[in-house]
């Protein structure tokens, strides 16, 4: 059973920074793209970053760059968020998601985990 | 980047109800169009993918078509386990961007 489990969040200031980390389990992680995905709250869902099975292309959300750097570590089946200077608006649910990207049928998301909050607020 | 525009935001349904789903993109994105659900508190829930496939587990009830710029998410009997948002998302290209969401809530 594929598992992806979220922890590091949590209250921040506003300028602060956040590691969010996700351990995946029950699929060969280093066969997939990676991404995360957020949620404001009372707001929907927004893509935020994902990185490629060797970790050289990575790509982010425009109010992302420069502050969010994700990266992973194929040995331990983890991927991370590193998140800086942080805004109140990047307050929400940070969700890790399994990003299939099949050249033959195409591009999805196909398993969440259950997600980590992040609150910014002084 | 582009924009994804669902209708209605929200509806009310009852039990046994056919529902559906639009979603326009701001521009054609051949068929790299998902469908989520996504119901309080736990993680969204893949239903659809490239358009038309069903992601397996999924009941048959859920169809999804359209090509281009317009799709549709179909609900052909609504069950009470169904009440929940919907969204859609397009793969197409970076930045990967999601439709606002449907509430489907019980009438």
């Known amino acids: 059973e594929v598992q992806l489990v979220e922890s590091g969040g949590g209250l921040v200031q506003p300028g602060g920074s956040l590691r969010l980390s996700c351990a995946g389990s029950g699929f060969n992680f280093r066969s997939y793209w990676m991404s995360w995905v957020r949620q404001a709250p009372g707001k929907g869902l927004e893509w935020v970053a994902n990185?490629?099975?060797?970790?050289?292309?990575?790509n982010y959300v425009d109010s992302g760059k420069g502050r969010f750097t994700i990266s992973r570590d194929n040995a331990n089946s983890a991927v991370y968020l590193q998140m800086n200077s942080l805004r109140v608006e990047d307050t929400g649910v940070y969700y890790c998601?399994?990003?299939?990207?099949?050249?033959?049928?195409?591009?999805?998301?196909?398993?969440w985990g259950q997600g980590t909050l992040v609150t910014v607020s002084s | 980047d582009i924009q994804m525009t669902q209708s209605p935001s929200s509806l009310s349904a009852s039990v046994g109800d056919r529902v559906t789903i639009t979603c326009r993109a701001s521009q054609s994105i051949t068929n790299s169009l998902n469908w989520y659900q996504h119901k309080a508190g736990k993680a969204p829930k893949l239903l659809i993918y490239v358009s038309s496939t069903l992601q397996s587990g999924v009941p048959s009830r859920f169809s999804g078509s359209g090509s281009g710029t317009d799709f549709t998410l179909t609900i052909s009997s609504l069950q009470p386990e169904d009440f929940a948002t919907y969204y859609c998302q397009q793969s197409h290209s970076t930045p990967f961007t999601f439709g606002g969401g449907t509430k489907v809530e019980i009438k």
């Open positions: 998601v399994r990003d299939v990207q099949d050249y033959w049928i195409g591009r999805y998301f196909d398993n």
């Open positions: 990185i490629r099975q060797d970790g050289n292309e990575k």
